[in-house]
């Protein structure tokens, strides 16, 4: 569905079904950003003697690409209302 305008009225009357998507989303973003920090972190450590991080790394992407398609289906979710994610 292509975004649309909407009134004050109808944007106001979505917001108890949109705010809980969008806060949602945050929490997954800081997930997202937790876990690449995560992979930097470990990926530098590898440079170094990297013994025992596999699993730690393997545990770090799983989260990166978990929220990363939770955050996708949430957009998805918001967009088939008409609403533009920016």
Same mark, same amino acid.
Request: no cysteine.
């Given at each position: 569905?292509?975004?649309? $305008?909407? *009134? %004050? ?5 979505? $917001?108890?079904?949109? !705010?809980?998507? &969008?806060? =949602?989303? %945050?929490?997954l973003?800081?997930?997202h ?8 972190? $470990?990926?530098?450590? !590898? =440079? ?9 790394? !393997? %545990?770090?992407?799983? *989260? &990166?690409?978990? !929220?990363? #398609? ?6 998805? %979710?918001?967009?088939? $209302?008409?609403?533009? #994610? =920016?």
């Open positions: 569905m292509a975004p649309r $305008l909407f *009134s %004050r009225d109808e944007a106001e009357s979505l $917001l108890p079904q949109i !705010a809980p998507l &969008l806060w =949602k989303a %945050r929490d973003k800081k997930q950003d937790e876990s690449q920090a995560d992979i930097i972190a $470990l990926q530098n450590q !590898a =440079k170094g003697n990297g013994h025992g991080i596999d699993t730690d790394l !393997a %545990r770090s992407r799983s *989260s &990166l690409e978990q !929220a990363a #398609v939770a955050i996708n289906e949430i957009i998805e %979710r918001i967009t088939k $209302l008409g609403i533009e #994610v =920016k």
